[in-house]
Nanobody, 122 residues
């Protein structure tokens, strides 16, 4: 069973930066891309960013220009560099692996990490 393990979460003041990492324990069968989602307390989970294995990136409007997704395919690891953090970025961040259609407007990952908490204070 492939596992995704996130790390790098923590507490930071507004305007600060954090780098999240997500390492897969093995090559994911059929994986075409990786994604970061987040879920704030009392809110629905939302897509933050995606990257295909070919390096095509997408971002939610709320983080575009502040967050950068990257990957190291040799290490089966995806990263989320978060700059200019805002209090509204506070959430549990999850990485996920897409194995169906990475060119679809809507992903439905079946592999998920356990999540890492990011807290941004004013």
């Amino acid at each position: 069973q492939v596992q995704l393990v996130e790390s790098g979460g923590g507490s930071v003041q507004a305007g600060g930066s954090l780098k999240l990492s997500c390492a897969a324990s093995a090559v994911i069968p059929g994986n075409c891309g990786m994604a970061w989602y987040r879920q704030a307390a009392g809110k629905e989970r939302e897509l933050v960013s995606t990257i295909t294995r070919d390096g095509i990136r997408r971002y939610a409007d709320s983080v575009n220009g502040r967050f950068t997704i990257s990957q190291d395919n040799a290490k089966n690891t995806v990263y989320l560099h978060m700059n200019s953090l805002k209090t509204e970025d506070t959430a549990v961040y999850y990485c996920a692996a897409e194995t169906d259609d990475c060119f679809s407007a809507s992903w439905s990952p079946i592999y998920w990490g356990q999540g890492t908490q990011v807290t941004v204070s004013s």
